[in-house]
């Protein structure tokens, strides 16, 4: 079995802040874990995954991810918001037999202010 | 490429109607597969494909079913609309694993 929980379905940061979006999972086998943005009435862009290789994993938009296989952790980072970062941010995960199928998280509105 | 494309864009049925949602896809992906996207719960998969004549149900695939014919379509088959499959339904596709390109989404609506 596998899931997804994303902490905060609300994150605001200001503009320069660090953005940090909180995503756990939990699998029975070694996952496969990605994250998407969301911009409003569009579909999901692949930001970044993770297949078992490197555990920082760098992705579009000057985006970041850490797996952490201790906290069961994936958390997604960025420097720097800018305004243009506004959007809605999905956890994902792929631990099933062939890798074959996606659980994702609630996803995490994340709020840039001026 | 045009990547992934879904038709239509928009569709109002009523109760007990059918209907056919499209997603075709020009990159020679194996993996495709069928979202929906409700709100506050994240995106939950319908049914999914490896490959050309392979389906297999993900989820939530009660009321839904999907043939795979070719490499490129991968359509989603309402049979008998109701008011709870009103969602936007995404396709997605992928060379090797879980879903790397999203199209832009059906928005339902069932009356």
């Known amino acids: 079995a596998q899931s997804v929980t994303q902490l905060g379905s609300h994150v605001s940061v200001s503009e320069g802040a660090l953005v940090l979006l909180r995503c756990n999972y939990s699998?029975?086998?070694?996952?496969?874990l990605f994250w998407y943005v969301q911009y409003p009435n569009q579909g999901l862009q692949l930001l970044l995954k993770?297949?078992?290789?490197?555990?920082l994993v760098k992705g579009i938009n000057g985006f970041e991810a850490e797996f952490k296989k201790s906290e069961t952790s994936f958390h997604l980072t960025k420097p720097s918001a800018h305004m243009s970062d506004a959007a809605e941010y999905f956890c994902?995960?792929?631990?099933?037999?062939?890798?074959?199928?996606?659980?994702f998280g609630s996803g995490t509105r994340l709020q840039v202010q001026p | 490429n045009a990547g992934v494309t879904q038709t239509p864009k928009f569709q109002v049925l009523k109760t007990g109607q059918s209907m056919t949602l499209q997603c075709a896809q020009d990159?020679?992906?194996?993996?495709m597969s069928w979202y929906r996207q409700d709100p506050g719960m994240g995106l939950r998969l319908i049914h999914y494909?490896?490959?050309?004549?392979?389906?297999d149900q993900g989820e939530v695939p009660n009321g839904y079913n999907v043939s795979r014919s070719t490499t490129e379509d991968f359509p989603l088959r309402l049979l008998s609309a109701a008011p709870s499959q009103t969602s936007v339904y995404f396709c997605?596709?992928?060379?090797?694993?879980?879903?790397?390109?999203f199209g832009p989404g059906t928005r339902l609506t069932v009356l």
């Open positions: 997605a596709s992928s060379y090797s694993t879980g879903a790397e390109f």
């Open positions: 699998s029975s086998v070694p996952p496969y």
């Open positions: 993770y297949t078992s290789a490197a555990t």
């Open positions: 994902a995960v792929s631990a099933d037999t062939g890798r074959r199928a996606l659980t």
């Open positions: 990159m020679n992906h194996e993996y």
């Open positions: 494909s490896v490959g050309a004549g392979i389906t």
